[in-house]
């Protein structure tokens, strides 16, 4: 067997010793009676172990040094060249940190996390501050050992959209945010005003299930390999190449919150039924990063779950399960789940104010990464930004600074993947209605087969055979922008509140 085998075959059954505990990891957030926790937590401490010997086994090392001699140059796009430098990249980061650097962070994200749930409890930010101080003295230390380019951030973003650069992402930021808030601006001022209350009347949960897995069928969720199931905090994962798992929760007095939430988990599901099953375990047939994830998920819920072909579609369908519409006209259902909103808390954002939530903390954690805001100064910072951005100022820094739970458990870098994947989406979603001709006349005919297989030819199936900026311009000809999401915005909002594009 020559090297190169004897390195997929290790991390294959890496994999499989990984799908175990998404497994465990699933069965704990949907099915897991409460006495079961205990004994879960060592189940899953005891794989997490064995997973991390597989990963940072010696011998990882030794055949990809002889198989990347062994193999030469070659076209690094290939299957066998994404295969070495995607197993090359997660070897060197993972033993490049000193143990003790390991233990230590871990140890910090756990009582950051403790800290966090009782500071924020309390609205107490002063408790929280010395336990973030400590989390970003060991993430600078992190990305001083890992190594980085040009600044540290890059360092933190890598471990969720690799060989991003902050430098590129902070430019396409930027230009979002100067286009954004005279948009928030103008709706805020707009006399035009959706009724919500459409949306908060009974919608029983039955009805919601079957009326969500419906939907989650038509856009393309292949429910013989996958399943949806109710959760406290949605999510999707896989444990295996045919069995990925969606998840949801139900508010009967708020019809948006299931429904948007299957179609963006299933969005995150359909990536992952798409990837390619002979490559499971290795880079080919890895999803690309966390911005491309949600580009999928967004893609999904918002440029089809929230257009007027989707519901022009649904919408009888919709009347037919739940009386509380039947007598709602589907303009006044449209234009309320389109409500544009400036509010304080990130999670319940609408399409647009959300990525102004994102750019604060991006904006916020360049600044205490390198040292511009010192961590006392934060909820100050932090009240300025969505001052300045959105118009609002948090009352309480329990709904201000420590809204998230990403700082405490030491996801910094993180955030901007969010804003990425709303970018991608806009930008896919317009170079797949030039080449497939006419979307919206396919989604009022309920046709969403195209798109779906169109995303599975060109994102899903490159797995990491690209990297995420090479793959942008490789499928829509240019590097990211971020005017596809402000036309995009001001084509679907303007009509909403009468408001042109300066
Ligand atoms: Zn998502």
């Known amino acids: 067997m020559t090297a190169y085998d004897s390195l997929v075959e290790h991390l294959k059954e890496t994999q499989l010793v990984g799908s175990i505990n998404s497994l465990l990891g699933w069965d704990e957030r949907t099915k897991l009676p409460k006495g079961g926790g205990a004994y879960r937590a060592e189940q899953m401490t005891y794989v997490s172990g064995l997973l991390h010997k597989m990963r940072t086994d010696p011998r990882v090392g030794d055949w990809l040094a002889e198989a990347e001699q062994q193999v030469g140059e070659q076209d690094p796009h290939s299957d066998q060249a994404t295969v070495l430098r995607e197993a090359r990249r997660s070897f060197d980061k993972l033993t490049k940190l000193p143990q003790d650097l390991v233990e230590n962070i871990t140890r910090a994200e756990v009582e950051g996390q403790q800290a966090w749930v009782d500071a924020r409890a309390a609205d107490d930010f002063p408790a929280f501050a010395p336990y973030l101080k400590r989390i970003i003295e060991l993430k600078r230390q992190q990305a001083e050992a890992i190594g980085y380019d ?71 969720f292949d429910f013989e390999r996958g399943r949806l199931d109710v959760t406290h905090h949605p999510f999707c994962t896989e444990m295996g190449p045919d069995d990925t798992r969606i998840t949801t929760r139900y508010d009967e007095h708020f019809f948006p919150m299931a429904f948007f939430g299957i179609l963006h988990e299933a969005g995150h599901g359909i990536y992952d039924q798409g990837l390619r099953g002979d490559h499971y375990g290795t880079g080919p047939g890895e999803y690309l990063s966390l911005g491309f994830h949600e580009s999928q998920s967004r893609m999904w819920e918002n440029q089809v779950g929230r257009s007027l072909p989707f519901w022009t579609h649904m919408y009888s369908k919709a009347q037919d399960n739940f009386d509380s519409l039947q007598a709602v006209a589907l303009s006044d259902f449209y234009f309320a789940i389109n409500n544009v909103q400036p509010s304080l808390i990130r999670v319940e954002a609408d399409e647009v104010t959300y990525n102004l939530h994102i750019i604060i903390r991006f904006e916020l954690e360049q600044a205490f990464m390198s040292g511009d805001v010192s961590v006392e100064d934060l909820p100050g910072a932090w009240s300025e930004k969505y001052q300045h951005y959105l118009g609002i100022t948090p009352p309480n820094d329990a709904d201000g600074v420590m809204q998230d739970i990403h700082w405490s458990a030491g996801l910094i870098g993180y955030f901007p993947t969010y804003s990425l994947g709303n970018l991608y989406a806009a930008q896919l979603f317009d170079k797949a209605d030039e080449e497939l001709g006419g979307l919206h006349q396919q ?60």
Request: hydrophobic share 35%; charged share 25%; net charge negative.
């Open 150 to 220: 040009d600044c540290i951030y890059d360092a933190l973003m890598d471990d969720f959209e690799p060989g991003e650069k902050t430098s590129n992402v902070r430019s396409v930021l930027e230009g979002l945010r100067e286009d954004l808030v005279p948009l928030v601006e103008a709706i805020s001022e707009s006399a035009n005003r959706p009724d919500t209350s459409i949306l908060t009347r009974s919608y029983p949960a039955s009805a919601q299930e079957s009326f969500g897995t419906m939907a989650a069928a038509a856009i393309g």
């Open 443 to 502: 989604f009022e005919r309920g046709e969403f087969q195209p798109l779906k297989d169109w995303l599975v030819e060109k994102i899903h199936k490159p797995g990491r055979c690209y990297s995420a900026s090479e793959l942008i311009e490789r499928v829509t000809g240019n590097p990211l922008s971020h005017s596809h999401l402000v036309d995009y915005l001001y084509g679907k909002l303007g009509p909403l509140y009468g408001i042109e594009r300066p």
